[in-house]
């Protein structure tokens, strides 16, 4: 594996308007960024601490994996991200170690990052996404 560094965590929340709140009034972060990813039937706000992000995840659609994680599981954690290189090659040897995948090849996410997620039954109940920021 070539992981970099956190890239982010994830949470999910049923409005980012009102957790923007918590993170700017009380933590006193600031977001730098928001996007809706229409496939992903989601909007995200970003905050930086450090290296590491907080992405906030809102659903856009009641078929979102979003909106069914909050059904099923409430506001929270939703997933850790790791930077890598060479998501690709990760994702073929990730497989080869016996780690369900998700998406077997990356998809586009925000920020213009490339995505792949691996199931939390093969990571001990955690939502892996691996990322890479591929130069146009």
């Given at each position: 594996?070539?992981i970099s560094?956190?890239?982010?965590?994830?949470?999910?929340?049923?409005?980012?308007?009102?957790?923007?709140?918590?993170?700017?009034?009380?933590?006193?972060?600031?977001?730098?960024?928001?996007?809706?990813?229409?496939?992903?039937?989601v909007?995200?706000?970003?905050?930086?601490?450090?290296?590491?992000?907080?992405?906030?995840?809102?659903?856009?659609?009641?078929?979102s994996?979003?909106?069914k994680?909050?059904?099923?599981?409430?506001?929270?954690?939703?997933?850790?991200a790791?930077?890598?290189?060479?998501?690709?090659?990760?994702?073929?040897?990730?497989?080869?170690?016996?780690?369900?995948l998700?998406?077997?090849?990356?998809?586009?996410?925000?920020?213009?990052?490339?995505?792949?997620?691996?199931?939390?039954?093969?990571?001990f109940?955690?939502?892996?996404?691996?990322?890479?920021?591929?130069?146009?």
């Amino acid at each position: 594996m070539n992981i970099s560094h956190i890239e982010h965590i994830g949470i999910a929340v049923k409005s980012i308007e009102e957790a923007k709140k918590y993170y700017e009034e009380i933590l006193g972060l600031t977001c730098y960024a928001s996007e809706v990813v229409e496939d992903q039937k989601v909007k995200t706000a970003f905050f930086q601490v450090g290296q590491t992000k907080i992405e906030l995840l809102e659903p856009t659609s009641e078929e979102s994996t979003i909106a069914k994680f909050i059904e099923k599981k409430g506001e929270g954690i939703h997933h850790i991200a790791f930077a890598t290189s060479g998501i690709e090659n990760e994702l073929k040897e990730i497989e080869s170690k016996g780690i369900n995948l998700i998406d077997k090849t990356s998809r586009k996410g925000a920020e213009g990052l490339d995505i792949a997620f691996l199931h939390p039954k093969s990571t001990f109940g955690v939502l892996t996404e691996l990322c890479e920021y591929k130069e146009k």
